[in-house]
């Protein structure tokens, strides 16, 4: 079994839900991962700010799994924050997800395209 980790992070505005994301995610872990962002958050008015530049591995699975979240929060609520070198960031180019979300190299740069 593959393991993964969710770090919430500080963001000064309630509104906001940051989570840095560590390991891999796949088949085997995509519903505790789900379970538990749904646990942390975000509310019906909260945006959530993915941080995946720890993410080592992901499959098709998880790659569903953030396509189901980004259409149910919109790209006004949801984004991701990646690196061009990080290990997953020519997948979700490949799959088209960072054009179906607002995305940054850092929290704050994805919060400013969510607002654009």
């Not at 149910?72 to 180019?93: D, E, K, N, Q, S």
């Amino acid at each position: 079994m593959s393991a993964f980790e969710l770090e919430p992070r500080e963001t000064g505005d309630d509104l906001v839900l940051h989570v840095e994301v560590a390991g891999e995610l796949d088949l085997t872990n995509v519903p505790e991962f789900e379970e538990r962002l749904d646990g942390l958050g975000p509310g019906s008015e909260s945006a959530l700010v993915l941080d995946l530049n720890r993410v080592v591995f992901i499959d098709s699975a998880a790659l569903h799994a953030l396509f189901r979240i980004s259409r149910r929060l919109g790209r006004r609520r949801f984004g991701i924050v990646v690196a061009p070198t990080a290990p997953i960031a020519r997948t979700l180019g490949i799959v088209g997800l960072l054009q179906a979300v607002a995305t940054g190299e850092s929290a704050e740069a994805v919060l400013v395209a969510m607002r654009s």
